[in-house]
């Protein structure tokens, strides 16, 4: 059990809606990434919050946005969704030291896209 | 562009035999390494990871890693597998004060028993 929560964990949409998806970070965590995860493929970095802004970005495209809250929880937000967006999102949180790398996952959120 | 490549998808051992699963990645600078595992129906989790020193690195559940620079590679290794390592594991790197995680494909691993 890491500390993060993620929901809802599974959800259906359709194609040009729109989607929120939620995260809890651990607790005493202060950075909070995103990661897809196509089926049969590994984590893709979507992006990084470190202390409510917004710390890197990885390759997607601007309808993929994000918030993170004064608590350090985190949104994922997914505009005009194709049908590429369907898959496994994932929310890892890490202390203060945001370098190492060393993650601690939650259970992810799947997105079907119909 | 940094990548990781993991050799195989899927692995079938019996219990009891050895394990290496390869990964190597393209990167020329100073990088950490991890591996990760996803057991079934669970969420990821740290298997292990090198940062600086000993290039052999022991992590949880008798597995082992071995760093070889020269040849950009990060094998994940264990000497006698049990049933309860079937899983799904996954090499990751990022460059040294990088944040972003780069991660291979992943390794299906079934041990029968």
């Known amino acids: 059990e890491t500390g993060v929560t993620q929901s809802p964990t599974h959800l259906i949409k359709t194609r040009g809606q729109q989607v929120t998806l939620r995260c809890s970070s651990q607790s005493g965590h202060n950075t909070v990434s995103w990661y897809q995860q196509a089926l049969g493929q590994g984590p893709q970095f979507i992006f990084q919050y470190y202390r409510e802004e917004e710390n890197g970005r990885g390759n997607f495209p601007p309808r993929f946005s994000g918030l993170q809250f004064p608590n350090y929880s985190s949104e994922l937000n997914v505009n005009a969704l194709e049908l590429d967006d369907s898959a496994l999102y994932l929310c890892a949180s890490s202390g203060r030291d945001r370098g190492t790398g060393e993650l601690f996952f939650g259970e992810g959120s799947r997105l079907t896209v119909l | 562009a940094q990548s990781v490549s993991q050799h195989n998808h899927h692995v079938i051992l019996s219990e009891a035999a050895s394990l290496e699963l390869g990964c190597n990645y393209s990167y020329g600078g100073t990088v950490n390494l991890f591996w990760y595992v996803q057991y079934p129906g669970q969420h990821l989790q740290l298997l292990l990871k090198y940062f600086s020193g000993d290039p052999l690195v022991k992590g949880i559940k008798g597995f082992e890693a071995e760093f070889i620079k020269s040849k950009f590679s990060f094998n994940l290794r264990k000497p006698s597998v049990q049933w309860s390592d079937t899983a799904e594991y996954f090499c990751?790197?990022?460059?040294?004060?990088?944040?972003?995680?780069?991660w291979g494909a992943g390794t299906k691993l079934i041990i029968k028993p």
């Open positions: 990751a790197v990022n460059a040294r004060n990088n944040y972003q995680l780069i």
